[in-house]
């Protein structure tokens, strides 16, 4: 985001019987005129065409061409893609400066734990300025951003939840939050408490709420689809964090 506007590009992989589906979104954000622009393309992929794609091996060394004539580039050090929908087009050229400062679960049961939850995340970095063009119907955007890179992987996604990331405050010193709520499938019918962690970090100094016998006990008062509030708390620190959007 720059202030004014944002945006946030998504690339997915899910597999699916034999093949797999890929799908890539752009969402694009006007805060002064509280307007959203919003544009995804699929395409269900064979086996053959699956093991192409698994072939470049990384996303950071990744392209593809849809059969409507979209496409997507992503490299180390750009991003480039175009979109179409019968609301219009959207296309992205932006280079990235990295800052390479990831952000990963200090818990490692998180990730050695392969089936429960069946998903897994991490920030590859917290701090990438985004620099260039997206240009998508009457929204022409040529700026910089200030964001970030999220990873995401494994089986499915939670029954419910709320996430969120930040890294531009109203302060002086540079910070980055990264926090969520989120209930799981036990069984079919059964689902779990919330589950909650968070990481603060301002300046030099980092915060955590990710103790595995706290995990269960943040307090959420609402999560829905316009509102977040939890406090979460430590052995030291109580942090109140609410969320409207």
Do not use: H, M
């Given at each position: 985001a720059d202030g004014r506007y944002g945006f946030l590009l998504r690339h997915s992989l899910q597999q699916q019987n034999d093949g797999a589906l890929l799908t890539v979104v752009m969402l694009c954000f006007d805060k002064k005129r509280i307007k959203t622009h919003a544009i995804y393309e699929q395409q269900y992929l064979s086996a053959a065409q699956l093991k192409s794609l698994l072939a470049q091996h990384s996303w950071q060394s990744c392209c593809f061409s849809f059969a409507?004539?979209?496409?997507?580039?992503?490299?180390?050090?750009s991003l480039r893609g175009k979109l179409h929908s019968h609301a219009g087009s959207v296309s992205w050229h932006l280079r990235l400066h990295h800052q390479d400062s990831w952000w990963q679960l200090r818990?490692?049961?998180?990730?050695?734990?392969?089936?429960?939850?069946?998903?897994?995340?991490?920030?590859n970095d917290s701090q990438i300025k985004y620099l260039g063009k997206i240009h998508f119907q009457d929204l022409?955007?040529?700026?910089?951003f200030l964001g970030s890179n999220l990873h995401y992987w494994g089986k499915g996604y939670p029954v419910e939840y709320a996430l969120?990331?930040?890294s531009q405050f109203k302060s002086?010193?540079?910070g980055f939050f990264y926090g969520f709520s989120s209930r799981l499938a036990v069984t079919k019918r059964l689902q779990s408490p919330y589950l909650s962690m968070a990481s603060l970090k301002i300046g030099q100094h980092s915060y955590h709420f990710q103790q595995i016998t706290r995990c269960f006990r943040h307090k959420v008062t609402a999560l829905d689809d316009y509102r977040w509030h939890i406090q979460y708390q430590n052995a030291d620190y109580l942090l109140d964090v609410e969320i409207e959007g």
């Open positions: 409507s004539g979209a496409f997507f580039e992503i490299s180390r050090d818990n490692p049961l998180w990730y050695a734990l392969k089936k429960w939850p069946p998903y897994k995340f991490q920030v022409d955007l040529a700026t910089d969120a990331q930040c002086p010193r540079a």
